[in-house]
């Protein structure tokens, strides 16, 4: 389980977390594309909105961060571990 867990966290945080990443970077670039000084009648404001709710201090810290994503793994290995240990000790394997 926990080498399944770790696959996820691997897959999660080497494709999906730079996917995620470039799609923001290029809603940035649309949005510098809108502007109100373009020639686009409207703004689009999306990555501001994405960037407030990452900006928000957690965990003691000002900046973005993935603190919370490698929390969520962490923990979350931790009871896979520890089942497992708790498990083998139950049946008399350690």
Not at 21 to 43: C, M, Q, R, Y
Not at 58 to 78: D, E, I
């Amino acid at each position: 389980m926990a080498i399944f867990w770790i696959a996820i966290w691997c897959l999660d945080m080497g494709y999906y977390n730079r996917l995620l990443n470039g799609a923001v970077n290029a809603i940035v670039e649309l949005e510098k594309s809108t502007a109100p000084d373009s020639a686009f009648s409207g703004e689009i404001d999306m990555s501001r909105r994405i960037e407030a709710q990452f900006s928000k201090v957690w965990w003691n810290r000002a900046k973005p961060s993935y603190n919370g994503v490698v929390a969520f793994y962490v923990l979350v290995l931790l009871v896979i571990v520890l089942g497992g240990v708790f498990s083998a000790h139950m049946h008399g394997d350690l």
